[in-house]
């Protein structure tokens, strides 16, 4: 299953939304790649198991459960997470790239691959709609975070 979807971080023509810039939008996903449980519902720990200037291996922990994923980092431009597939869970990717169309517009677009086979009964098509919305509701949340921990005061958030 395939998916991407677009949500915009400036809209000039609303003044009640903070506007970020590049910076501090890259800022917030180098934050969601190494401290993910600010962002991930249900996720216990996360340990950073190697990494490079552009690679993070990591062991993520759900209770009993561990995935391990590789994240990798195009700075000012995108991460990329690869889920490592197991007998106990599908594997897929998610990339988040930033795209500014121009110096007033920003926006993140996220697109998501999974091995789950493309089926065209009605009740798949009815459960990948569910995961799609899912998705899109985890990557608001994402995006509302990021906004939280980059725009607060610098005392107050895990960035400053």
């Given at each position: 299953?395939n998916?991407?979807?677009l949500?915009?971080i400036?809209?000039?023509l609303?003044p009640?939304v903070?506007?970020?810039?590049?910076?501090?939008?890259?800022?917030?996903?180098?934050?969601?790649?190494?401290q993910p449980?600010?962002f991930?519902l249900?996720?216990?720990?996360c340990?950073i198991?190697s990494r490079?200037?552009s690679?993070?291996?990591?062991?993520?922990?759900?209770?009993q459960?561990?995935?391990?994923?590789?994240?990798?980092?195009?700075?000012n431009?995108s991460v990329?997470?690869?889920?490592l597939?197991?007998d106990?869970?599908?594997g897929?990717?998610l990339?988040?790239?930033?795209e500014?169309?121009?110096?007033?517009?920003?926006f993140?677009?996220?697109?998501y691959t999974?091995s789950?086979?493309?089926?065209?009964?009605?009740?798949a098509?009815?459960?990948q709609?569910?995961?799609?919305s899912?998705?899109?509701e985890s990557d608001?949340?994402?995006v509302?975070l990021i906004?939280q921990?980059?725009?607060?005061?610098?005392?107050?958030?895990?960035?400053h």
């Amino acid at each position: 299953m395939n998916f991407e979807h677009l949500i915009q971080i400036n809209d000039p023509l609303n003044p009640f939304v903070d506007t970020m810039t590049r910076e501090q939008l890259w800022e917030g996903l180098v934050l969601r790649a190494e401290q993910p449980q600010l962002f991930v519902l249900g996720l216990d720990s996360c340990t950073i198991v190697s990494r490079t200037e552009s690679t993070l291996e990591r062991e993520l922990h759900y209770g009993q459960a561990t995935v391990r994923d590789r994240v990798t980092l195009q700075p000012n431009n995108s991460v990329r997470y690869d889920i490592l597939a197991t007998d106990s869970y599908v594997g897929g990717s998610l990339t988040m790239t930033i795209e500014q169309p121009d110096e007033l517009q920003l926006f993140l677009r996220f697109e998501y691959t999974t091995s789950l086979p493309v089926d065209e009964s009605e009740d798949a098509r009815q459960t990948q709609e569910i995961v799609k919305s899912a998705y899109r509701e985890s990557d608001i949340d994402t995006v509302r975070l990021i906004r939280q921990y980059v725009l607060s005061p610098k005392d107050a958030g895990p960035l400053h």
